[in-house]
């Protein structure tokens, strides 16, 4: 039996707006559901333009901040496409997440940010935003962390907290993960199935805010996916699909697939020109994993062999108009 498991990230809700997008991966009807992040977003788009411009939230008072989160999770929740995928995933127990930088605190925000002024209350806004997750999201493993593993029939799934325990690239020996989150991975990264999925809200390679800058850290991470079972590694945060095989210097050191914009313009401005409808369907079996990127004009499929761990592509099929 194949296991299928749907993911993507970045849902900005909209009043007004339906979020039709999530029907299509109700009518796929997966076994798993992964969000990857930006599932609510504290602030989005750039000052003057936008009424919750990026950075806005660090201004807020921790009770502000508290109100705003909750507001924004209860609407997110009740959008009618999502909160009857949510229903139908949780009833089967296959929803899983992680949180990116915009359900965290705010854009590019680290919860170990020691650079930003004492008003900015990290070290309250970072605990608030990480039982609201919980309260709302409730599926991570080992509470109160947000990062967890999970075993599905053919995967060790590892969900990572790329936020609480990161700091800025601007401080002496940055972290992403922390030493005790990379210790639960190395641990985690042996197993008896016979794939690898590490899931986390950044990419390893892509945009400017990627796993890779953290080069200490990320030395480490290579030599541990080097040493795993069939690794695939799944993000989100650039609102775009991407696939990338292992490369020879590293970068990334094992599969890289990343399913982002379910539901969020691509540049943030405050009109709807580029609104995305990304996701990505994995179909597991013994013999290969396909790869089926979803977005609003269509599918772009591809296969990696089980036993080579070589990939092909499928092609790309447009949607009916
Ligand atoms: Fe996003």
């Given at each position: 039996?194949p ?10 809700f909209?009043?007004?707006q339906a979020?039709?997008?999530?029907r ?6 997966p076994?798993y559901?992964f ?23 660090k201004?807020?008072?921790p009770?502000?901040?508290e109100r705003v989160?909750r507001?924004?999770y209860?609407r997110q929740?009740c959008?009618p496409?999502?909160?009857a995928l ?7 127990n296959?929803?899983?997440?992680v949180w ?32 609201l ?5 409730a599926c991570?493993?080992?509470p109160?962390?947000v990062y ?9 799934v590892?969900?990572?907290?790329n936020?609480y325990?990161?700091?800025p ?6 972290v ?8 639960f ?5 042996s ?5 690898t ?11 400017a805010e ?7 850290e990320?030395?480490?991470f290579?030599?541990l996916v080097?040493g ?6 799944l993000?989100g945060?650039?609102?775009k ?6 490369a ?5 050191p094992?599969y ?6 379910l ?7 405050p009109?709807e020109?580029?609104r995305?409808?990304?996701w990505t369907?994995l179909?597991?079996d013994a ?6 990127q979803?977005?609003?004009k269509g599918?772009?499929r ?6 080579s761990w ?10 009916a108009?």
């Open positions: 039996m296991t299928t498991i749907a993911f993507t990230s970045c849902a900005r909209k009043p007004g979020q039709t997008a999530w299509d991966i109700l009518a796929a009807d076994d559901l969000l990857l992040g930006d599932q609510i977003y504290m602030d989005f788009g750039l000052w003057p333009f936008a009424p919750e411009y990026q950075g806005k939230p201004r807020y008072s009770a502000q901040f989160m507001d924004k209860e929740w959008e496409n999502f909160a949510v229903a139908h995933m949780r009833a089967k296959g929803f899983y997440g990116d930088d915009h359900d965290f605190a705010w854009n590019n925000a680290y919860g170990q940010d020691t650079t930003l002024p004492a008003d900015a209350h990290m070290a309250e806004k970072r605990d608030i935003a990480r039982a997750f919980h309260e709302f999201m991570a493993p080992q109160p962390e967890g593993a999970i075993d599905t029939p053919l995967a060790r590892i969900f990572l907290d936020r325990h990161a700091t690239l601007n401080v002496p020996n940055p992403l993960m922390g030493p005790q989150q990379m210790d991975l190395r641990r985690h990264l197993h008896d199935r016979q794939y999925l590490i899931c986390g809200g950044l990419t390893l390679t892509y945009s990627n796993w890779s800058n953290y080069t200490a990320f030395a480490e290579r030599q080097q795993a079972r069939k690794v695939l590694y993000g945060d650039i609102h699909n991407a696939f990338k095989a292992p020879a210097n590293g970068l990334p094992c890289e697939i990343i399913s982002s914009g539901c969020v313009n691509y540049l943030g401005l009109f020109f580029d995305r409808r990304n369907l179909t597991l013999q290969q994993v396909r790869v089926d979803h977005d609003k599918v772009t591809w296969r990696i062999d089980a036993a070589q990939h092909q592509a499928l092609g790309r099929e447009l949607r108009a």
